[in-house]
């Protein structure tokens, strides 16, 4: 009896993206599957496009709302439909490679009991620069039984697997309810994540299965783009974060140590998070966004000595306005050297040959015809 999958695509007016994300379902090498697109509304050729689909292949299934009930909603809907052993979550400008499907279920047959299996998702941008490969920094390949996975997980915001390259095993996975509400909109999925890691073995595959879109239209990278405009938005994030960091500290079937030690990464994790917001802060002397963040850190988090730090540096530099040469010197001696928040290069992941063929792949799928 073959394994049927559910892909959950959400859209709202991206007809074209949405066209290359379901083109790269139907050319998967597996195909026991179905795709059910949740449309929030569009009002555009959205629906025409996927009429279209939906005559040509019985898998897909379309429903559109008829109001905008909003991204979170609109993905509970969508779990309260799932009745498939497997599911995945692709969002509408992302896209699958061929094989995602045969590799993600290849952790399954490792591991039966795993609550999902990740496959790397190439963070990509339209001319196939690459900013992200967050699997390619876990110590390695293979079975990670809990709480392994939910220690690598939170070691830096890096490192967690890209939904879109997730595929969740439904008799574990709906065993916890992803918490979708306003307090957590952005980290969401991280927080799922973790709660499924924290309670069932999870398995990681680096082979490049799919490319997650970069630019600034995407959810996630238009929040930390956008940050140095928009200072408030570091309160969103404090306090999703401070949701996850409590959910850890709440798991009781975690031993004293384990959560101990879980707790104490996240916060870390949070504070190099923080301190590297900071940082940008004052490359462009924005010294308000410093002291905004190291507010609503102390109130979410309590006392940390790298942002007491960095936050006093802030305050010195408005309150002598030093020079530009000084500016300069202080986060580089300083902030740099300290707190090492080094952000992970991904330029030699693999060769160029083999990435121009993934970037040039979503092209062609813009073209495919239904």
């Known amino acids: 009896m073959p394994k049927l999958i559910t892909t959950i695509i959400t859209t709202y007016r991206r007809p074209q993206l949405l066209k290359r994300a379901v083109n790269s379902i139907l050319k998967q090498t597996y195909p026991h599957f179905q795709v059910c697109v949740y449309d929030n509304a569009s009002g555009d050729e959205t629906a025409e496009i996927m009429q279209e689909f939906t005559k040509k292949d019985s898998r897909i299934k379309y429903h559109c709302h008829p109001e905008n009930i909003g991204m979170l909603r609109n993905y509970e809907y969508a779990f309260s439909k799932i009745d498939t052993p497997f599911y995945s979550l692709l969002s509408d400008d992302d896209y699958f490679l061929p094989h995602f499907y045969e590799t993600a279920l290849q952790g399954f047959e490792m591991s039966p009991d795993a609550g999902f299996s990740a496959c790397e998702i190439l963070q990509m941008d339209e001319s196939g620069k690459v900013f992200g490969s967050p699997l390619s920094l876990w110590q390695s390949e293979g079975r990670y039984s809990p709480p392994e996975g939910l220690l690598e997980m939170i070691k830096t915001r890096w490192r967690f697997p890209v939904p879109t390259g997730v595929l969740f095993q439904t008799r574990f996975a709906q065993n916890i309810k992803p918490n979708l509400s306003k307090e957590i909109e952005l980290y969401w999925d991280p927080n799922y994540l973790l709660a499924i890691a924290a309670r069932y073995p999870i398995v990681i595959n680096k082979k490049p299965c799919g490319v997650f879109r970069v630019d600034s239209n995407c959810f996630s990278y238009a929040f930390y783009h956008n940050l140095l405009n928009d200072i408030s938005s570091s309160e969103c994030y404090l306090q999703s974060t401070n949701l996850i960091f409590k959910n850890i500290k709440s798991y009781d079937f975690l031993d004293f140590e384990i959560k101990k030690k879980a707790t104490a990464l996240f916060r870390d994790y949070v504070i190099k998070d923080v301190v590297s917001f900071s940082q940008m802060f004052i490359a462009k002397q924005k010294y308000k966004g410093v002291h905004f963040i190291a507010l609503k850190y102390y109130k ?71």
């Open 300 to 370: 979410y988090f309590g006392f940390s000595v790298k942002v007491v730090i960095i936050h006093t540096t802030a305050i010195m530099l408005k309150m002598l306005a030093l020079l530009k040469k000084t500016i300069a010197f202080i986060p580089k001696r300083i902030l740099r050297g300290v707190f090492n928040t080094k952000i992970p290069s991904f330029a030699d992941l693999m060769n160029s040959a083999e990435l121009k063929s993934y970037h040039d792949y979503g092209k062609q799928l813009y073209k495919d015809q239904f």
